[in-house]
C-alpha cells in the first residue's frame, strides 16, 4: 500500500509544476480584424489587434490568406516598409491600425467586395497558427475602438 503513494505524490508533483510552467506560455489571440474594401485590382490592407496574455513574448512570423500574397508592414517616420516578423510582447499588443503596422494584400486573386471575409493565418513563433476570419468594411470605414 505504501508504494503506491510514492508515485501518485511524484506524479502530482509533476503535474503541478506543468500547470506552473503554462502561465509563463505566450498565449495569443485577434480582435478587431477587418479589411477597407480595396480601391486597387490588385492591392489591399488588412488591420487587427494581437494580444497576448501570456508571460513570454512571442513573434508574429508569416501571413498568408486565400485572396493572394500577405505581408506585414510597419510605419516608421512615415515610411513603410515590410518586415519579416513583428514582436508580440507578454501581456502585451501588436496593433495593426491604418497609419501604422498593417498586413499589404498584394497579387490579388479577386478583388474582395464590402461584405465579404477574407480568411487569414496568422503564424507565431510560440503559439502556431491562428486563423482569422476578417471581414470586409467599406473603404472609408474608421473602426471606434480607434485602430
Known amino acids: 500500500m505504501r508504494r503506491a503513494v510514492v508515485p501518485v505524490a511524484v506524479v502530482t508533483g509533476v503535474l503541478i509544476l506543468a500547470g506552473c510552467g503554462s502561465e509563463d506560455a505566450a498565449d495569443v489571440s485577434v480582435s478587431g480584424a477587418y479589411m477597407p ?5 490588385s492591392m489591399a490592407a488588412g488591420y487587427l ?4 496574455k501570456g508571460g513570454t513574448k512571442d ?3 508569416s501571413v498568408t490568406s486565400d485572396v493572394g500574397e500577405v505581408t506585414a508592414h510597419e510605419t516608421v ?10 514582436a ?3 501581456h502585451g499588443q501588436l496593433v495593426f491600425k491604418s497609419g ?4 499589404m494584400f498584394d497579387k490579388l486573386k479577386r478583388k474582395p467586395k464590402q461584405g465579404e471575409t477574407v480568411t487569414v493565418k496568422l503564424r507565431f513563433a510560440e503559439s502556431g497558427t491562428v486563423t482569422v476570419r476578417m471581414p470586409v468594411k467599406p473603404a472609408t470605414y474608421t473602426p471606434k475602438t480607434g485602430h
Open 77 to 86: 517616420g512615415g515610411s513603410m516598409q515590410q518586415v519579416e516578423d513583428l
Open 37 to 41: 474594401q480595396p480601391v486597387s485590382d
Open 59 to 61: 513573434e508574429l512570423t
Open 88 to 90: 508580440v510582447p507578454a
Open 49 to 52: 489587434t494581437v494580444t497576448n
Open 100 to 103: 501604422g503596422n498593417h498586413l
